[in-house]
């Protein structure tokens, strides 16, 4: 694995475009655009205040930035760097804004979410959508907006036509308080589901027609997150009870569900269990001086995994009751992009990652880190997952086996996101 020169950012603002051509950085007001294969400043640009977002267009010709102090959103072309756009939300304020699929258009809603409006960059017309919830989601194809609304007390979905922005269907959902929605990859089927309190999770076809609904328990906190697979076979909901439930699109009920206990005994022919022992670890500092010289060297620790053959017993924290919010129950589900495998991380245990097979639907590697799991996504093109903890070191599982590599910098560089280009 080969690594750049660090950059600065802010914010933990640095994308890549969607074409893996260039990658942008925010750094306070200014906006870098870097070539990926020279990492070469391409563009810069500045803003008018502190960027706190930025997203690519689909298409990968223009950026916005976020300026949500100043109700602001800035627009800049990688095509015509001269050519500028601001869109002023005025007394509404600005609490989100993203792109449409068309990359000529943008969605930005409100404070306290007042509306969402629809901005147009090809003849500035205004568009706006009243009731939003706060929570709205695209089809693949970017031919639907499925948004969220709340109208005298009860649930409704809205789905609009992206190609003239026309209202296609409006219907009511059976949630006391829905907190999430999300189309399947195919756009056939709409997942709706309520908050933590009921556990229910209700599926829609396009026209509004409700083809099943989900309820696993009662009095208790229920869904945490909700991820569907690439093939839009399987609906993978994690759950306050540690457990994830992977729903099919035939019956909609569970195929089975996935235990995350705190100790177990894995199976040789099937599990892995991926143990991360640091080899360098600091020793007790004599005085303050030595516990600041140790603080230093902290990034150059070097890590390797060791096969655990035996029962393995995992570092929990228990959640504090009197907290909004509580560190419990499987929180980050994310599907290989062939939906052959599954990642998950239990919140109340925080350094351990879960690798379930689907096709066999089965736990076959388990990642034990020695500190709390910050952040891992899949890799695009093959079955690679990169983990990171907040330390010098970036881990790659693959069906293959497990690796851990130091970030060869001279300064501490704790590494809190990753992103695959």
Known sequence: MNFSESFKHSNFLCHYSPDGQFVACASQHRLVIRSVKSLQIEHLFTCLDVIQEIEWSPDSLFVLCGLFKRSLTQVWSLEEPQWTCKIDEGSAGIEAVRWAPDSRHILSTAEFNLRVTVWSLVNKSISYIKYPKGFMDFSKDGQYLALAERRDCKDFVSIFDCSAWQLCKHFPVDTRDSVGLAWSPDGATLAVWESPLNFKILLYSADGRCLGDYSAYDNALAIKTVAWSPSSQFCAV???????????????????????????????????????????APRAPLDIADALQQQQRVHREQSRYDICP????????????????????????????????????????????????????????????????????????SNQLAVCTASSHVYIWSPAGCTSTNIPVDTPFLAQRLHWS
């Open 238 to 280: 994690g759950c306050f009870d540690q457990k994830v439930r992977l729903l099919n699109h035939l019956t909609w009920k569970p195929s089975t569900e996935f235990e995350h206990p705190s100790s177990l005994a894995p199976k040789k022919d099937t599990t892995v269990v991926y143990q991360e022992v640091i080899l360098n």
């Open 310 to 381: 035996g029962a393995v017993s995992l570092v929990e924290v228990k959640p504090d009751p009197e907290k909004a919010n509580p560190r419990l129950g499987v929180g980050l589900v994310l599907f290989s992009s062939d939906a052959v495998y599954l990642a998950t991380r239990n919140d109340n245990l925080p350094n351990t990652v879960w690798i379930w097979d689907v096709l066999r639907l089965t736990l076959i590697a388990l990642l034990v880190q020695t500190a709390p799991v910050r952040c891992m996504e899949w890799s695009p093109v």
